[in-house]
């Protein structure tokens, strides 16, 4: 447990830094740790969402929470962080080249006015892929990808972000002696802020430019790019805000959790791993997550993951169920227990994972789709007994799946006729199906 009033936010096990020697990212964490020092904040209350590049390799030197995810995305990471707890404070730590491939979250985020504090570890260039040129590189600088000299402006960060709406934005170097404060002041405002820190890459950028700390404020005057606070402005923060407007919305049915309080009981002792193989527009996926539910409502944990191609309405439509006792903290399928293979479409994609079943697992198969080379044993499913449903494919995952029940037990088959009946408008037939699948499958 993390004490509460720490005298350091750096993860001692973590360090060294593994950045270059001199490096300008080195000096930013540790004015990092100083501002969270000085703030005193619980470190459970601080995310730090590090983006892509040598400052992603930086999350892990605190002892906050921590996320890393793709390039130039920390900012969207931070937004669903912040709007999923309000009492969280996201600090960003993103390089200029992350701020270009991920330049428009930025705005958006600024725009909304998100409570999240971006740090910009600005060195000019893509330090961790070689020095390529980035939207920071100044006219005329020289990189792995501008030779000849770097032709387009370089883009002003902090005035992009002040003009749409954000609430603090500063812009200064990794040689401000203030830097720690000001870093300070950004996290407790409430709003969206960013500072820009220009500092160096001292194995590109530097080098190949005789840039040095000096240069770094030539720049900054030739390219008329203010230094310190450059715009502040009181406008409310979006989590609180949509958490306030949406409160007069209480009776919305989406307002309203729906709790799976589970009324029925599961004997399984270990996991069972089930695929449905089905095609678009068979309601598959719909299938599965009544499944699922019916799973919670026996008790047992249940996972679904569920694939399908780019097309809607042609291709192949699969889901993975996993069903546990235990909590699923992975939900892959390599080899499944049990498959239903039950259109073309489906049983293509999954030939692969029925090729690695044994003996011990069964394959539901539909009697049209006979004969599938497996070491399973086999069931056939024969929707021509259901009378009018062998035409109703939308159907036949679920009825399927009901089948599957009365000859396993894995759970109650009540339990799915419950979760079939938990949106009413389609109660009635989901359960006329359920009822209609009785001895459509044989050994
Ligand atoms: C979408 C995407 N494009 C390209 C890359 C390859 N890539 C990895 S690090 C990097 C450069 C990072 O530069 P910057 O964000 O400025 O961070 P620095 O290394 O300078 O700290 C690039 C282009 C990637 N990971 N993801
Ligand atoms: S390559 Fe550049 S940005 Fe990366 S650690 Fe070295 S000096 Fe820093
Ligand atoms: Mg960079």
């Known amino acids: 447990m993390i004490a509460k ?8 096990a973590a360090l060294p830094y593994p950045f270059c020697p001199g490096c300008g990212h080195s000096i930013i964490l540790d004015h990092l740790n100083q501002a969270l020092l000085k703030l005193q904040i619980d470190p459970h209350k601080v995310v730090v969402i590090s983006d892509i590049g040598c400052c992603g390799l930086s999350d892990k030197f605190f002892t906050t929470n921590a996320f890393h995810g793709l390039h130039g995305r920390s900012t969207t990471y931070a937004t669903g962080i912040k709007l999923a ?19 428009h979250h930025l705005i958006n985020a600024a725009r909304r006015n998100i409570g999240i504090t971006v740090l910009v570890f600005n060195n000019m260039n893509y330090g961790m892929t070689g020095g390529e040129h980035s ?7 020289i990189t792995a990808t501008t030779p000849y000299g770097q032709l387009e402006r370089p883009m002003d960060i902090c005035s992009s972000v002040a003009i749409n709406g954000a609430s603090f934005v500063a812009r200064t170097t990794v040689y401000d002696v203030g830097l720690s404060d000001l870093i300070a002041q950004a996290i407790q405002i409430d709003g969206f802020s960013l500072i820009d820190i220009w500092e160096l890459c001292t194995s590109y950028f530097a080098p190949k430019n005789r840039f040095n700390k000096k240069s770094l404020l030539e720049t900054m005057a030739t390219l008329k790019f203010q230094k310190g606070i450059i715009h502040q402005e009181e406008r409310p923060e979006y989590s609180l805000a949509y958490r306030q407007a949406t409160a007069t919305q ?12 589970p009324k029925f009981k599961s004997d399984i002792v270990s996991r069972r791993q089930l695929v449905i193989a089905g095609a678009a527009g068979a309601k598959i996926g719909s299938a599965a997550n009544a499944f699922c539910q019916a799973a919670i409502l026996s008790g047992i944990w249940a996972s679904q993951r569920h694939d399908y191609p780019i097309t809607v309405q042609s291709g192949h439509s699969v889901s993975e169920i996993i069903l546990s006792p235990d909590e699923i903290l992975y939900t892959g399928i390599d080899k ?31 009697a049209d789709l006979m004969p599938v080379k497996t070491n399973a044993r086999v069931v056939i499913v024969n929707f021509t007994k259901s009378g009018v449903w062998a035409k109703r494919k939308q159907y036949w995952a679920i009825m399927a799946l009901a089948e599957l029940l009365r000859n396993t037990k894995i759970f109650p088959l009540e339990a799915l006729c419950a979760a079939a009946s938990l949106r009413k408008e389609f109660t009635e037939k989901n359960l006329a199906a359920i009822d209609a699948s009785q001895g459509m499958a044989s050994a």
């Open 5 to 12: 009033s720490p005298n350091t936010y750096l993860n001692q």
């Open 85 to 103: 707890n309000p009492e969280l404070k996201p600090i960003v730590l993103i390089g200029d080249g992350g701020c270009g491939i991920g330049g």
């Open 135 to 141: 939207i920071t590189t100044p006219s005329g600088a």
């Open 250 to 261: 209480i009776d919305h049915p989406l307002m309203h959790s729906h709790p799976l309080i």
């Open 336 to 366: 499944p227990n049990i498959v239903l293979a039950l259109f073309p479409e489906g049983l293509s994609k999954v030939r692969p994972q029925i090729e690695r079943m044994t003996e011990a697992d069964t394959l539901y198969v539909h």
